[in-house]
């Protein structure tokens, strides 16, 4: 008997995946609670711890429902969430959570969209993996930032 609820689950998470492998719309209400968490979070200069764990929670939702040309969006704002919280506790594996995201977001950024991805995103990852502390990365962090304010975009 107890193997039924743990087979219903695995049923369900099934039905769902497919759903949303088959194109799917995915659900406004979890763009939306993204968009809304990833708001309250720009909006203060210090966010609360709370409030960039709830927005990096729910735009990781987000990333898990959008279509792939979607993607781009909640893989920046998730990034930028886990970046705030991370300047506030100093937590090394938010940090890269956080440049990982931004990565992401650039390799997500649709190649059919003008304009490209901002040049300040490139900046945003290189400083995470600066905050982490990696003093592996900073030969590399130094040379993309060196490229990004020579960008004109910039």
Known sequence: ?????????????LALVAGVA???????????????????????PIPA?????S???????????ARVE?????????????LFG????????SFQAAAKDFTEAIANWPKKLV????????ALAARARLEQGRTDAAPDTLRDLESIVKDPNC
Do not use: W
């Open 86 to 93: 991370a300047l506030v506790t100093r937590d090394s594996d």
């Open 115 to 122: 304009p490209r991805p901002p040049a300040g995103l490139p």
């Open 49 to 53: 711890i709370d409030d960039t764990m």
């Open 22 to 44: 088959l194109g799917q719309k995915p659900s406004p209400a979890i763009a939306s609670k993204a968009r809304l968490d990833f708001e309250k979070v720009d909006a203060e």
């Open 1 to 13: 008997m107890a193997l039924k609820p743990s087979i219903s689950i695995v049923v369900i998470a």
């Open 55 to 65: 927005c990096v929670q729910s735009n990781a939702a987000a990333v898990a429902v």
């Open 70 to 82: 979607e993607r781009y969006l909640p893989y920046y704002r998730k990034g930028y969430c886990e």
